[in-house]
């Protein structure tokens, strides 16, 4: 039992992308967000996901949270789980590939702080420009990880440019490189034109790894190195609230809040009004609820990879239903 809580903290503390904590506060409450990550509905075809961010409290116990998109819809929390270390794991269920520019979070019996989200981290060199979005899947064991993220490729250049998944490296926290097992088509990106926003699958990664840098063509002259704790910066006012608002006057359209689907639930969750003091029997429950569902899904990524590249070292073809987006913040 022992290893199983060690696991599942790891699990819990690697379990959003390692971007610079966000920070907000008033007279009394102090909100950090350490990071978010994005995971799949089993509907492949689904125009939602489940977006995770990773929230501490510190002169609070529990607070009400608000997300703002890009297009100003305001998503409310759907579900949310407590953990032991005073942390929050707050879920929204959103638009897939929304990007987000402001979180509301009002603690109990306090005033709303309002806190810019992360600009989409981008590298370049003279021929293109990588642009990161950020961890679209985590799947976690104790014996491994897997990690999906996804990324866009734009050609500055003047000459056509090959692109593949052989281009990519996640690198750990460490500087140790994984190489993709999964991925998109190779494709051919003429001057001046951009791939759409295509997904890369990073399996056997130690559970120990914590996902800390992409590369393009690493360890060549020309490579690119995106570097998430780095790059990860909060989002200009200008660009959040425009010229002429403000983090009090800002016009927003709700997205009414919807229960998320029992059977996408990678980790058991609680009503976001409900207390947030479980008892010890619930919380081993949980942990081995949690840990079990991981194990599913890894080996089922696993039983995947293995149907689509059988004996052969050739990246397999991940479906890309990904869209691109001409917001003003990934620009």
Known sequence: MRIIVITLLLAFAFGTAAAMPLQG??????????????????????????????????????????LMDADNNIYMPGLYKSLSSGKQTVYFLTTKDSLFKLINVTPSGGKPIYINWWVTPKGSNDNMVIRYYGIADWLVNSDEQAVVV??????????NLYVSPENFTLLDQW?????????FDPE???PQNGTSRVLLGFTGVSPVSRPAALAYDYMTPSQIIIEFEKDYVPLSDAVVYGTDTNASAATVESVPAVALPAENQAEPTQAVQTS????????????????????????????????????????????????????????
């Not at 995971?39 to 977006?51: C, G, K, R, S, V």
């Not at 500087?175 to 991925?183: A, D, I, M, S």
């Not at 479980?278 to 039983?303: G, P, V, Y």
């Open 25 to 66: 506060s008033d007279e009394n409450t102090t909100v950090v967000l350490f990071g978010a990550s994005r995971t799949p509905l089993e509907d492949e075809n689904a125009a939602q996901e489940i977006l995770k961010v990773d929230v501490g409290l510190v002169g609070a116990e529990n607070a009400t949270y608000q």
């Open 150 to 159: 996804q990324v866009r490729v734009q050609n500055s250049g003047t000459q």
């Open 175 to 183: 500087g140790w490189p994984y190489r993709p097992t999964l991925g």
């Open 188 to 190: 051919i990106v003429g």
């Open 276 to 331: 947030a003091n479980e008892t010890a029997e619930t919380k081993k429950s949980s942990i081995k609820d949690t840990l079990a569902a991981s194990k599913e899904r890894l080996a089922a990524a696993r039983a995947d990879l293995d149907q689509k590249t059988p004996d052969t070292s050739e990246t397999a073809s991940t479906p890309n239903n990904a869209s691109d987006s001409s917001s003003s913040i990934s620009a």
